[in-house]
């Protein structure tokens, strides 16, 4: 061995003690409940610690509280269940009240029994592992926080764009809610025509809630466009009292409400419920508030093809089916008829009269009389009678399940309601209608077509209109 | 409530990792483990209880070998979704007149488990009990919320750091299979994500509202000592529980099952008489 090695290894900063006192890690030996019983100088120098101060206590007392919190649920677990721990992170409150990250490798020394006898800990300065790590953990969560956004819209998108009912919509809705904000369940309220609310899908309870106080939370929501919040069973006790008890009997615990609007359509609302105390974080209500976006984009586009295929199917003056829809809801008539083996009766009415308010006081004084006359056709049909605006002045009314007596009866009820005094007339103008009724028995193997039933009630009204006009003429096929 | 379809009896307990050893016959005992650890904890204590008792063991999942797929985050965003899986593994075994044993945060899980379906449960001990961990006027919580957010730093230093994650991550591997692997090599292994969304809801829920509806005989044994729960929160949760009995442990820290498993074991046993 050379000469100035083995000079080394007699220097006096070798000796074992120097080795301890100064190692390039913190080093401390505690008792297996860990309490400090030894430390070394790096450590002192490290935290600032002198160790008359910290011999005798805790090395836990020694850790941030989170460190603690760390240490109890987990670290000390490990080092009893495995006997050791290595490349722990925690951070260590210095004397000067500042933080310094370590990590940390701790050995359980056994006695002759398998029981420990102490704990030696080596402790190394992470500052700049700590420093570089969190870095890249901050930008990992930014990465995974805005993919798993993007992710939750795509699925929401795909969901919504398959719908094609308000319904269907509400139920997509409700899902991804839930799962896109962790939500113990969620739930879509849709406002009625009267602006009542109605649950449209999700959480079955939430109808009980309404009336324990989110009615007006709801409304809220809507009129101010913003998201409501609970965030724990005090704050819906402070908002409304007993909500929290509704709450709570139910196993939650907070709530959102998100309005479903765009800039200028309200619909209504997504509920999620919480089954914990859960703050409004921002992540959150920007995505409840851009699924409530997207959501209520697709129920604009819902109404508007509901309103377009209402037109497309009824008559604009009148709001009566039209001659389109009338043709279907006939063929399927027929076709129910056919397989029950009841009768289907169909009613045809032209007005008398009619042509000389037209010319004699003008085309909107005619309109406002054809509105009038639908409204009563509207007001004495069976509840599911469909009346029809065929053309000009006539109508079709479908009856299904009406035999020949029937069909006569709610003729006849057509008859005498559309000679009632007009209110937009002067009472010298009066109408009637010539109506004929066609009554179709179906037996087995038996097929009519609609073009034959409108045929031949048409040519029973003329019949009634050649009779002497104001009369109903039925004819059974 | 929206409610998962029936998962089956095989399905429960290997969602669970449930173990049952001890007197089949005999009077049944669940150990629950709590936030941060497995069913591993009970090591020490549970074998005690094997003569005369038939000892169930689980993990929550999320933890130890429990099935990770089955992880769903709305379920287990609550501790009522634990509380739901308890219920399932006693309906699973059919287990009646149970001593429900819960460590730390597992403590209210029986406490909410037993409120809402209290016909399972002979006995209640809850070791370290904390319905509330944040601190509040009126209320001896001893954490603020910049503590859970702290420890969801720990959490990530020590799960999450360079050499166990982040260099795969960096490769490209985003699903890392590795971890699997892992969960099953150490003790008290936990899924870093679920354990991160764990503390979450551990920590920041509060179920004080839950102890008044506890109707089973129900012993608080409270550690010296304890930071995660300390005596005055202890001795809330005992007066919250009509009839609750309290005992004060000479064992310091928060895990008396490692380490006084034999106090633990003698008060468990001075309680069931």
Known sequence: MPPDIAGDLSRPDDTDTELFEHAPCGYLTTTPDGIITRVNRTFEKWTGHRREAIVGTPFMDLLTTSGQLFHETRYAMVLRLAGEVREVALNVECADGTELPILVNAIAVLGDDGEPVSIRTAVFDATERQDYERQLLAARREAEASEARVRVLQDATSAFGAAESAASLALALAESARVALRATTAAVLLAEPDGDLALAAGEEETPALLDAGLRGLAHHAIESGEIVAITSLDQARSIVPGLDDALHERRLAALTIAPLRTSTESFGVILCFFGRDRASDPETRDMQAALARQAAQILRRIRLQGELEHRALHDQLTGLANRKLLGERLEASIATAARSGRPLSLVFLDLDGFKAINDDLGHRVGDQVLVEVAGRLRSVARGGDLPARYGGDEFVVICDDADASAGAVIAERFRSEVRRPLTSVPARYTIAASIGVVTWVPRSGDAVSADRLVRVADEAMYSSKHGGRDRVTSVTL | ?273
């Open chain 2, 1 to 273: 409530m929206t409610t998962s379809p029936p998962a089956s009896d095989l399905g429960v307990l290997r969602r669970n990792n449930v173990s049952v050893t001890g007197d089949a016959a005999a009077r049944p005992i669940v150990f629950a483990h709590g936030f941060g650890c497995s069913k591993e904890m009970w090591n020490v204590v549970a074998p005690q209880f094997e003569a005369d008792h038939r000892v169930v063991l689980f993990d929550a999942v999320g933890a130890g070998s429990s099935d990770l797929s089955a992880y769903d985050p709305a379920k287990y965003d609550s501790l009522h979704g634990y509380a739901d899986d308890l219920l399932e593994i006693l309906d699973t075994l059919d287990l009646r007149d149970v001593v429900f044993v819960g460590h730390s945060v597992a403590a209210m899980v029986g406490v909410l488990a037993a409120t809402h379906d209290p016909s399972r449960f002979g006995a209640l001990v809850l070791v370290g009990p904390s319905p509330r961990y944040v601190a509040e006027e009126g209320y001896p919580g001893t954490f603020q919320q910049a503590d859970i957010d702290g420890l969801l730093d720990a959490l990530d230093a020590n799960y999450l750091g360079w050499s166990a994650t982040m260099a795969p991550l960096i490769m490209g591997n985003l699903d890392r299979p590795e971890l699997g692997e892992k969960l099953t090599e150490s003790f008290c292994s936990v899924d870093p994500g679920i354990a991160r969304h764990f503390a979450r809801v551990t920590f920041l829920s509060d179920n004080r509202r839950d102890l008044a509806g506890v109707r089973t005989p129900t012993l608080v044994l409270q550690c010296s000592e304890d930071a995660i729960a300390p005596t005055p929160v202890g001795r809330y949760v005992h007066e919250q529980i009509a009839g609750s009995r309290f005992v004060q442990l000479s064992a310091t820290g928060h895990c008396p099952n490692l380490s006084a498993p034999d106090e633990l074991v003698e008060e468990i046993r001075a309680f069931l008489g």
